[in-house]
């Protein structure tokens, strides 16, 4: 941590830039950033309806996946689980319900073909496990230098990934 400055800076200091992205990450230890996280409630009584946004962005020069662990609430029941490539609901990749062992399996071969799944599994009472794949790293663009017809590169971004998940749950002592 006293010479973090200065292991930063050595680790660009290589005409491998995929290396030197690579080593940075590592040291700084930041691999997806989480953009933005929004989570929306529409009450219904005694029960309601919860929405969670959350927008992905690989920080890294290889694809990510986005594995976390969630708790909810015992009456809870998980309604969707969504991918989207903008923050419109209405562009929204379709979902299927599936049985945990073929749910593991279909996200297992989509993840080899490189298409996008996301999967939600219950691992215990309360527990839930969500995975996302791929978060698609960033890229070396080149631009063409008028003067002496060289390119010089520079890094793009990934593009960001959104992720939804719904959810319903009674109320406890009328508290969410």
């Known amino acids: 941590d006293g010479e973090r400055a200065a292991v930063l800076s050595s680790t660009s200091s290589t005409f491998d830039i995929a290396r030197a992205q690579q080593a940075r990450q590592t040291a700084e230890d930041a691999e997806i950033h ?11 009584g005694d029960w309601a309806e919860f929405e969670l946004h959350e927008e992905y962005q690989n920080q890294t020069g290889q694809r990510q996946e986005v594995v976390y662990y969630i708790t909810l609430p015992e009456s809870a029941v998980i309604t969707g689980l969504w991918l989207g490539d903008s923050d419109d609901r ?14 593991q399996q279909v996200y ?24 996302a794949f ?14 002496f017809g060289f390119r010089a590169s520079f ?9 939804w998940l719904t959810w319903r749950a009674l109320a406890n002592n009328n508290q969410w």
């Open 90 to 103: 209405a562009n929204r990749y379709a979902y299927r319900v599936a049985p945990r062992g073929a749910a």
């Open 34 to 44: 989480l953009n933005k996280q929004e989570l929306n409630i529409v009450e219904h």
């Open 134 to 147: 791929p978060i698609e790293p960033k890229s070396l663009g080149y631009e063409p230098q008028s003067d």
């Open 155 to 163: 890094v793009r971004q990934g593009p960001p990934v959104h992720l």
């Open 108 to 131: 297992r071969d989509q993840v080899r073909v490189n298409v996008d799944p996301a999967i939600v599994e219950q691992i215990g009472p309360r527990q839930y496990r969500v995975r």
